[in-house]
């Protein structure tokens, strides 16, 4: 949590729970995608996206002492982020290019999202907007096909959480 790996908890949730369930669903991702070996990232992406987590920290003696009172090293945070760039790279290729949505299918995402689309409090016009609207259907059926797949990869796993 202190280094922004695991999203907040949502809706009333426990958070140290939101943690763990991110923590084990990120791992049960990772033996996944250790089958398949996507390419390594570049080590420029990983210094690219290790310098917001670094960010985070009003200075390096700060940036030094949590990685100190977690135990974590610079490595570990790099193998971390070069791990979670491979998870991305896994997800984009396996569920992201197979799906295109026909006009008819984004038109109708446009109307039932129309809140989605306003500015100034007024409704954007769709041809404005269409592929605004076919990235963000892309993006949910995306979401909800990984959403799937982790929950396939839970079923077949036996996971024990034990009780504080």
């Known amino acids: 949590m202190r280094f922004g790996f695991v999203p907040d908890a949502q809706g009333g949730q426990d ?8 923590l084990i669903e990120r791992r049960l991702q ?25 960010a985070r920290f009003e200075s390096q003696a700060a940036f030094e002492n949590a990685m100190t009172e977690t135990g974590v090293t610079l490595d570990q945070l790099r193998a971390r ?7 991305e790279s896994y997800v984009r290729q396996r569920f992201g290019g197979s799906y295109q949505p026909g006009d008819d299918e984004v ?14 409090g007024s409704l954007r016009p769709y041809e404005e907007v269409r592929d605004e609207a076919r990235k963000r259907l892309l993006d949910e059926r ?10 396939g990869l839970r079923r077949r796993t036996d996971i024990t959480i034990l009780p504080r």
Do not use: C, G, K, Q
């Open 15 to 22: 958070r140290v729970r939101a943690a763990l369930d991110a």
């Open 30 to 54: 990772l033996i996944e995608v250790n089958r398949y070996l996507p390419p390594e990232p570049p080590a420029a992406e990983v210094d690219a996206r290790l310098a917001p987590i670094h």
């Open 81 to 87: 982020v070069r791990d979670d760039l491979r998870i």
């Open 107 to 120: 038109a109708r995402y446009y109307a039932s999202h129309e809140s989605e689309f306003m500015r100034n």
């Open 142 to 151: 995306t979401a909800a096909l990984v959403r799937e797949w982790v929950a």
